[in-house]
Every structure is written in structure tokens, then in C-alpha cells.
């Protein structure tokens, strides 16, 4: 995905019979990635986006570019992205995920323990899942102040302080 890219929800699956589809917003007001249309997708597809209403889990919308229920299943978990200048700038200690991904990971004591892979959120907290230098098992490491004290975009790294046993050995 170009690095001028931030994804800002997803396509949840039709709804309804009309081409409609339900959509998941990751932004910090939900309603504001109708704002951020035209929506781009990773492989380039562009789709003009208006909500409709809301519905359990997000929103049900028209896509311009989908006029069939088919069309509609065919695009069940499709990433929607915004261009980054399109968007807010982040208040402090607020990242986008994308700005996390390939960070170096250090200890508080200043050693490299790995890169973050990515940030997952699965309806709690965000989680940071590490590659760890040396082993065959990432870790995933709560993405909470007391876990990573220290978020350094300027010099591409994070510090974390994980619970004792959380790293693999």
C-alpha cells in the first residue's frame, strides 16, 4: 500500500438487495470517512462513498460504483483508504497505525528487541505484535501507556516494558 495511504474502515459485506453495503469505520468519529470520499483501495479501485444510516457495528452506505447485492458480497472485506493529507493530525500520543508498522522495538534498558509487524485491534485494546529478534514467534504486546512508555516517530523506534513472560525466550 502506498505510504500516502491510511485505512479508514472497511466494507463489511452487502446489505441489503439493492447494492448497498455495510461499512466498519476506524476513524475517530465514525461518520467522518464519508468526508474523506472518494475512498481508494489497495489494488487502486477509487469509490465515492454516502452513508446512510447506521446499523449494528457501523454504517450502511451507497457506493456509487456498486449497483448489485453481487457486486456488494464481492467486496466483504475490502480496506477503504483515505490519502494521510486528507486527514486530522494525530494529538499527542495518538499514532496511526501505519506510522507504528516497522518501528524498532527496544527495551527500557536501551537493547533492540525486534520491529513491530503490526497493530491489531480486535474490539479492546490496541495490540502491538512484534517480530522478535531471534525467535520464531512474534509477541503481542498492549498497546497501554504502562507497556509502551515511549512512542518515538522522529527516530523510528518505540520502548517498551512488557509484563514479566510475555516476550518468547
Request: aromatic content about 6%; some cysteine; glycine content about 10%.
Amino acid at each position: 500500500m502506498a505510504d500516502d495511504l491510511i485505512v479508514v474502515g472497511s466494507i463489511a459485506g452487502a446489505y441489503g438487495v439493492r447494492g448497498e453495503v455495510r461499512i466498519k469505520s476506524f476513524c475517530g468519529v465514525p461518520e467522518d470517512i464519508e468526508t474523506y470520499s472518494p475512498l481508494v483501495t489497495a489494488d487502486g479501485q477509487t469509490f465515492h462513498l454516502a452513508l446512510l444510516g447506521r446499523v449494528k457495528g457501523g454504517f450502511n452506505a451507497r457506493i456509487v460504483e456498486v449497483d448489485t447485492k453481487e457486486q456488494a458480497d464481492a467486496l466483504k472485506g475490502v480496506q477503504l483508504c483515505a490519502r494521510r493529507d486528507q486527514l486530522p493530525a494525530p494529538d499527542e500520543d495518538e499514532f496511526y497505525y501505519a506510522d507504528l508498522v516497522g518501528l524498532a522495538v527496544m527495551d527500557t534498558g536501551g537493547a533492540q528487541i525486534g520491529t513491530i509487524k503490526q497493530v491489531l485491534n480486535h474490539g479492546a485494546d490496541d495490540l502491538l505484535e512484534v517480530i522478535v529478534t531471534g525467535a520464531s514467534d512474534t509477541a503481542l504486546v498492549p498497546f497501554t501507556k504502562a507497556n509502551v512508555p515511549t512512542v518515538d516517530l522522529k527516530t523510528g523506534r518505540v520502548v517498551i516494558d512488557p509484563p514479566e513472560g510475555l516476550l518468547p525466550a
